[in-house]
Every structure is written in structure tokens, then in C-alpha cells.
């Protein structure tokens, strides 16, 4: 649910970084932090456990420049991806404009890929929601690793329709841009075709 | 995706922002606003200034969702109000019309009672004036834009342009 505001002026998204537990979803979002200017961001505010997994939510606000004279604002966030925050998971997807589905590429994380997935499809079914209608990346992050499956195979288990997709190292940066500028545009352009 | 999108206009946002006015100036607060249930900030008053006014949007929606989440487990419909006492401020949450949320921060130089108070009458005035927003962009659904709209002519290059 995006916010138009004709006062201020200003275009408000909402992306959702979704994927199982530690593929990189925080990873992805401390990187886009570290390499924006301080201008354009606000802060990155992480609800996480002692050891680090994300517990709630990740947040963080991008000003990113004007299209047309409104200041265009995209709302970050990440879902906890351990299997038993179904129902945090939920809440986060409420009012999403579009989604980044974050996939560990090690060979033993598949399955854990592929619930991840239908639980980010039965949760947006539930709000009246089809992945299949929202701007939609995906990221096969964690490249760098030895242990990693062919990115072909990643294309038939995870991406039959063929949505737009980068390879990642979140850690390194690679791909974290890439990623979010795609989910992005695709976002603007579903705008441009409703208002 | 559109058909929940908020749109705010001119008019509706001043009514709204006089009425935050109003409601920051009858309690005495310290700050006042109002954030949409998916945690975007609409409008404030008060001494916003010293207040990251942004991610106090996102995390009050995700406390809302949160002890919403609560109350269906419960089977409650909502909990509209949340209420939450510091040792200097204190942070008055509540519901508006099952779309938007409404915070005032307050010190001692307010005081509970009159919080509760002035958010009910506040409360309904604002349900109003969604009322007339979610009307008004229904109508422009059917009619067309009235106003000059963003995206009309939004290029690819304008688009590749937000991330230079
Ligand atoms: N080698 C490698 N490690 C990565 C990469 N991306 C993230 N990591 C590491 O993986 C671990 C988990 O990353 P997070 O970003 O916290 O994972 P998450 O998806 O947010 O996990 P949850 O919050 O539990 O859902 C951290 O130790 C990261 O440093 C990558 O591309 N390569
Ligand atoms: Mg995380």
C-alpha cells in the first residue's frame, strides 16, 4: 500500500525482504545502509535477539531523490525468517509494495528456500495478495561460498516464472544494489500504472 | 495493490494538521501524531524536532500489529488503545477508524485523563475526515485524477535517476 501525499508531496513504498532463516535479509539492508549518503537515509532500526536474528522486523527509510517534483520514500523492511515467526512474519507483509525473496544458495538450504517461499505465498494469499501481481526480485545470496547450488537449478526450484534475479554476496555488497534497485522500479512502474 | 493505497490531498491533510494542532495544544503534550497502520508517518505537531518522527511511525504500526496479532489469538477484535508509562513521558496509542493510529506523547504537564479525553473527541473528528479521503480517491477512481498526476509521464530515465 503505497502513500500519496499531494500536500507534502511525497511517495511513500513499502519492500518487504523475505527468505529463510540467516540467508542474508538483515546482511542486505546494513549494506544499502553503509552505502547511503546520511541525507538519504534514516535510521536502521533492528528488533533482534541477543544473537542477532532478526526477532521482528528490520527497518529502514530511503529518501532517495524527486521524480516530478514528489520526494519518493521507500520503506525497507526484513522478516525474521526462523520458522516459528510465522506469525510476525504476517504482520510485516501488511501494506507491501513489493517483495524481495533473499535465497541462501548453499545446497543444504533448499528446502528451507522452498518452505520459505510458500510460506511468503500462503501468507500474501491471506491478505488478498498474489506474488504473482507484485513487483517481485529475487537474490541467490550467499555466492561466495563453496557449498553453493548451480544457479540453474536455483531457476527451476525457485524461479519457474522467470522474475527478475541477481546472484549475491550480501556481505560484500554484490548484488544488494542490483537487487533493490530492480524491486524498485518495478514498484514505480505499478504506480505508474494506477495513478 | 492500489485498492488499499492512501492517497492524502491538500485539503484533507490541512483539516488533519489543524486538527493535531489542536488536539497538541488542548493536552498540553509534548508531541502528537498520526502514522498509517503500515507505519508511514502522515502528519504531526507538537516538538517534533527532537524526535525521530520516522522510525517512531514504524515501530508504534509494528506495536499496534503486534498486540493486534495478540488480541485474534484472543479473540478480541482490537485492542484501540495502547498505553505505555515512562518516567518522564508517556506515549498514548490508539486506533482510528481500523486504518490509522494516533500517538501523543505527553509529560507531567499533562496527564492521562486528559489525554483519553481529548483523543476520543479528536478521534472522531478525524474519522471524518478519512471518510471524506476514502470517498474522494473512490471518486477519482471512476472519474479520473483531478489533479496533475505523478506518474503520468514518468520515464525509465527518471526512474534510474532516484539511484545516481
Ligand atoms: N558468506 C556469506 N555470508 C553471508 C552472506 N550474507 C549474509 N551472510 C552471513 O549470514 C549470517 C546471517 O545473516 P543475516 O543477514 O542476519 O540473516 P537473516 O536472513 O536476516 O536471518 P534471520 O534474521 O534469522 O531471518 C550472518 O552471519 C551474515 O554475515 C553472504 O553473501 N555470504
Ligand atoms: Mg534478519
Do not use: W
Not at chain 1, 517534483?69 to 510485516?92: C, D, E, M, N, W
Amino acid at each position: 500500500m503505497s502513500f500519496i501525499n499531494y500536500s507534502s508531496r511525497e511517495i511513500n513504498c513499502k519492500i518487504v525482504y523475505y527468505g529463510p532463516g540467516l540467508c542474508g535479509k538483515t546482511t542486505n539492508l546494513q549494506y544499502v545502509y553503509k552505502k547511503t549518503n546520511p541525507d538519504q537515509k534514516g535510521k536502521l532500526i533492528s528488533l533482534a535477539t541477543e544473537t542477532e536474528r532478526t526477532l521482528f522486523f528490520d527497518f529502514l527509510p530511503l529518501a532517495l531523490g524527486d521524480i516530478k517534483g514528489f520526494k519518493v520514500r521507500f520503506h525497507l523492511y526484513t522478516v525474521p525468517g526462523q520458522v516459528f515467526y510465522a506469525a510476525s512474519r504476517k504482520l510485516i507483509l501488511k501494506g507491501v509494495d513489493g517483495v524481495v525473496f533473499v535465497a541462501d544458495s548453499q545446497i543444504e538450504r533448499m528446502e528451507a528456500n522452498m518452505e520459505s517461499l510458500d510460506d511468503l505465498k500462503i501468507n500474501l494469499a491471506e491478505q488478498g495478495y498474489e506474488l504473482e501481481k507484485l513487483p517481485y526480485t529475487i537474490q541467490f545470496n550467499k555466492r561466495d561460498l563453496p557449498n553453493v547450488a548451480p544457479v540453474e537449478n536455483m531457476n527451476k526450484l525457485l524461479n519457474p516464472r522467470n522474475v527478475p534475479c541477481f546472484d549475491g554476496c550480501a556481505v560484500t555488497g554484490i548484488g544488494v544494489f542490483e537487487t533493490l534497485k530492480n524491486v524498485a522500479k518495478q514498484v514505480l512502474i505499478e504506480l505508474k500504472k494506477h495513478y | 495493490m492500489s485498492g488499499s493505497d492512501l492517497i492524502m490531498y491538500e485539503e484533507e491533510f490541512k483539516k488533519i494538521d489543524e486538527e493535531l494542532q489542536k488536539l497538541y495544544l488542548q493536552t498540553n503534550a509534548k508531541v502528537v501524531f498520526l502514522v498509517d497502520k503500515n507505519g508511514q508517518l502522515i502528519a504531526s505537531a507538537g516538538e517534533t524536532q527532537d524526535i525521530d518522527t520516522t522510525s517512531l511511525a514504524s515501530l508504534t504500526a509494528g506495536n499496534i500489529a503486534a498486540t493486534g496479532g495478540i488480541a485474534r489469538l484472543l479473540g478480541e477484535k482490537e485492542f484501540s488503545i495502547l498505553f505505555h508509562e515512562g518516567e518522564k513521558d508517556n506515549i498514548h496509542i490508539s486506533l482510528i477508524g481500523q486504518r490509522v493510529i494516533l500517538v501523543v506523547i505527553f509529560d507531567k504537564r499533562s496527564s492521562l485523563g486528559l489525554v483519553r479525553l481529548r483523543v476520543k473527541k479528536s478521534s472522531e473528528a478525524l474519522v471524518g475526515i478519512f471518510g471524506d479521503i476514502t470517498s474522494k480517491s473512490e471518486k477519482e477512481k471512476v472519474e479520473g485524477r483531478l489533479d496533475e498526476s505523478p506518474f503520468a509521464e514518468i520515464s525509465d530515465e527518471d526512474i534510474d535517476n532516484l539511484f545516481r
